[in-house]
C-alpha cells in the first residue's frame, strides 16, 4: 500500500584484622595480605554481579526505549536490528501483524532481534476522526513509557488485532486506546496519557522524520510495512525473510 494512495554496589564492608601482641610481622603482612586480596574477590564478584543483573534487566526483562523517531525494544545484543514502518489504520499492516507478528515477537524475546518501530499516520484522512494514526501512534508512545517490553508488544499487537477498517465510518477514540492498552497491562498513568493525548505532539513529529527517514531509503517510493535493514528494504514478499536475516548474522 502506497503512501501516495493513501494505503530503565552494595557497600562491602571488610572487617579490619588487629594482630596480637605476640604476632609475627610477617605473618601479620601476609595475613593483611590475604585480607586485602579476599575484599577485592567479593567487591569484584559484587560489581561484575551487579553489571550482569542490569544486563539481565535490559535485555531478558525487556525495556522499551523511544528515540525522536521511534520505539525501540530488543537485546542491544541482538543478532540483527531492524527498523519497522507501520501505520495504525494500513490493512497490510494488520495482515503484517497477524502472519509475521508472532515470529517477530519471539525472536525479540529470545534476544535474537531488535527492532526499532517507526509508527506513521499518513492514513489520517482514512480514518473517520481523520486523526486515527497519529492518536494510534501517541498510544504507543504513552505505552512506551512504562518501559515494559511485553507490555509494549502485547499492545503493539493488540492495536492491529482490534484495527479499524480504512475508510470506515468508526474508528478508536482515546478512551477506546486506553481501553485497550488497560487490557493489555498498562498502568493507570499510561491509561490517562492515552486519554487525554498528551503524546500527539511527538507521535506527529516522530512520523514525519519517519516518513523521511524511509522515503530516502527507499528512493520516495513509500509503502506500509516496511523493514529496513542497516537501511536498506527488506523483501517481505519472502515468507523467509526473517529467518535469512538471523541465519546471515554471525
Known amino acids: ?11 562491602v564492608k571488610g572487617g579490619g584484622y588487629k594482630p596480637q601482641s605476640s604476632s609475627n610481622v610477617l605473618t601479620y603482612v601476609l595475613v593483611t595480605l590475604s585480607v586485602i586480596v579476599l575484599a577485592a574477590l567479593i567487591i569484584g564478584g559484587v560489581v561484575l554481579g551487579a553489571n550482569r543483573s542490569k544486563e539481565s534487566s535490559v535485555d531478558h526483562n525487556g525495556t522499551v526505549t523511544s528515540g525522536s523517531t521511534d520505539l525501540t525494544v530488543g537485546a542491544a545484543t541482538a543478532k540483527a536490528t531492524i527498523d519497522l514502518f507501520e501505520d495504525p489504520l494500513c490493512p497490510a499492516c494488520g495482515q503484517f501483524e497477524r502472519t509475521q507478528g508472532e515470529q517477530v515477537t519471539s525472536a525479540i524475546r529470545d534476544g535474537k532481534l531488535r527492532v526499532r518501530f517507526h509508527m506513521l499516520n499518513f492514513l489520517n484522512s482514512g480514518s473517520s476522526s481523520r486523526d486515527y494514526s497519529t492518536r494510534a501512534g501517541a498510544a504507543m508512545q504513552c505505552v512506551a513509557g512504562e518501559k515494559n517490553q511485553d507490555l509494549f508488544l502485547k499492545f503493539h499487537s493488540e492495536l492491529f488485532q482490534q484495527q479499524p477498517m480504512e ?9 477506546d486506546l486506553a481501553k485497550i492498552a488497560k487490557s493489555a497491562g498498562a498502568n493507570e498513568a499510561t491509561q490517562r496519557c492515552i486519554a487525554t493525548g498528551a503524546q500527539v505532539e511527538a507521535a506527529t513529529k516522530a512520523a514525519q522524520e519517519s516518513l523521511n527517514q524511509l522515503s530516502k531509503a527507499v528512493g520516495g517510493n513509500v509503502s506500509t510495512p516496511s523493514v529496513l535493514l542497516e537501511g536498506k528494504k527488506v523483501e517481505l514478499s519472502n515468507p523467509n525473510w526473517l529467518t535469512d536475516i538471523l541465519n546471515n548474522k554471525n
Open 167 to 175: 475508510g470506515g465510518s468508526t474508528d478508536h477514540s482515546n478512551d
Open 1 to 11: 500500500m502506497s503512501a501516495k494512495s493513501g494505503p530503565a554496589i552494595p557497600n
